[in-house]
């Protein structure tokens, strides 16, 4: 039997399960919000066309719009600046072997509970490496806070001094990035940096590391607590926006039962 | 005193609203422009200074065809009174007495006009211009001092948008002028206010504010979202009486200052496709309770920057939506005509908030904004300004459009 034909196998029988990580693309799902003289992230918006009415009658359509980076989205290279000129850095010339592999997750969920700007730190990645091995070369690393729990205003956090959630520490990321090379970073908040990430050195730690590195981010994502540590893929393929810096897209991950959940 | 009226039975069928007589002759159309601005003016020659009434296209002293509308003393006494107490008229029927006054007034001419409750013939009066359910200049002649009993009484009532006793829609509570306008309405008598709520998902500081008001209450709404129009409107669009449209994005600048139109666009969801949507969720629903008694449905309330008829450099784009909105604006008000629900454009002039901060003073206070559109209501002027600049601008424009949006280009000296 091919590897293929073992997976369907197993996909039927479910004893591999299909974990969708995505949120739903509503108007009410929070947006990245910046100082409102800089453009903005468009949220979601749904306009129907026609609804087996006057407008068509046999069938029911809507027209969308958001931004690229609106709902559970996928980061290309080249939404960052350190990314502009990373060969291959867009969605639609990525080569599409990226979207398809393995998935390590980072439960930090303990510390985003406990501090909501707890930082990522190496020293989290290490204990996690002594117990799991190391992070493997090409593998997406999720960072589980369970942050998809927060509702309405508690996502994003606002306060006067901007945004408060967990995110990942500049130390973690180039080690992530340049001792561990992985393929990308993918988290449950608005975004892959923590909200208060403008602060750290460099800003946005993730989002100049990763995308320098012509590494990818996941953000926005959910059921995060229903991977393993270790041996989950995933399937994130963002839309073939000609030229575009990223895409909301539906993020999919294949859990082999037997290896239980956490 | 009026009082909100019971729970509506269910069993009895809403009275459909039908339009008072509505024609009128171009002449008298120009009274009915002069009533929606709150103003009474006449016919004067400009050839022998007759005052006249009604409306005609030439002088009937001396059949000049000089005649200018001119504001006019409004002051007379009431030398003739009838009650009509049958009529075939449909919209008459249901209010029916109906007291009808031949007023002398100080000016000149004698006119009719329909009655106040607490006058009749041989007091002094002072006559005001209303806009009727037609959307035409009715005359109604009121007692000389103003207050409480005025506003209360039927005809007055019928012939203005007031909030009293009425439910009342602020459409974006997180404008500035939106406290403000919450906390007027309630004074005025507002029985209650619905505060539009968008982007839930974001902090909103002046919610306990709101809320020590009493009869105020939050309602998600964010009119860049049909979904979130349309849902409000099955819950509440049965409820509001009068719809107060503030939603607004503005951005300073002309057409070159940006590389893009991402703003622009934000300007016509939230302004021009926001109005569009408003109107398709609750339109409807308040044009079928026009004539639904004490607390009928009245007004739909535009508020709109005065570029929309004199264009500013300083918000070319605010300017153009809500020039957009006006040219809507118009249209609904032609829809609405015969409902009861009349349509008001506020104009407003630089508001002294975070988008108008560079410009220089007088700027326009969020209260002062939020008086200027309750008292529209309590008087029933369909058009209206707020703040000075506005107010002069209005003025130039209302004299010569085309030198008003010259001079605000720039290069015309003071």
Redesign the interface.
Known sequence: MSTLSDLAQALASGRVQVVDLTHTLSADFPVMVLPPEMGQCAPFRKVEVSAYDHRGPAWRWNEITMNEHTGTHFDAPSHWITGKDVPNGTVDSIPVSAFVGPVVVIDFSAEAAADEDALLGVEHIEAWEERHGPVPAGAWVFLRTDWSRRKGAAYLNLREDGAHSPGPSAEAMRYLVNVRGIRGFGTETIGTDAGQGGHLDPPYPAHAILHGAGRYGLQCMCNLDQLPPTGAIICAAPLKIENGSGSPLRVLALVERDRGRK | MNRLPPKKNPLKRTQVPVSPPGMRSRAATAMTVAAAEGRFALQHCGECGAVQYPPRELCRGCLSDALEWRDTDPSGAVIAETTTRVTPDTYFRGLMPVRIATVLLDAGPSLIARLHGAVGRGDRVRVAARIDAAGQAILLALPEQEGTEVRDDPTVRELSTDPRLRRVLIVDGRAPEALALARGLLEAGAAHVFVGLS?????FALRDQFVALGACSFVKL?V?????VQDLAAEIGGKVEILIDNARFT?PGGVLGRA?T??AR?ELENGVLGMIRLAQGFGRAMQARGQDGVNSAVAWVSILPIGALVPQMSHAMASASGAAVLALSHALRGEMRGSGVRVINIYAGPVDD?WHQELPQPKLAPKALAQAVVKALVEGREEATAGEVARDLYARWREDPALAIREALGGTTA
């Open positions: 982007e839930i998902w974001k902090p964010d860049t979202d049909a979904d979130s951005r893009d991402v703003f934000q975070e």
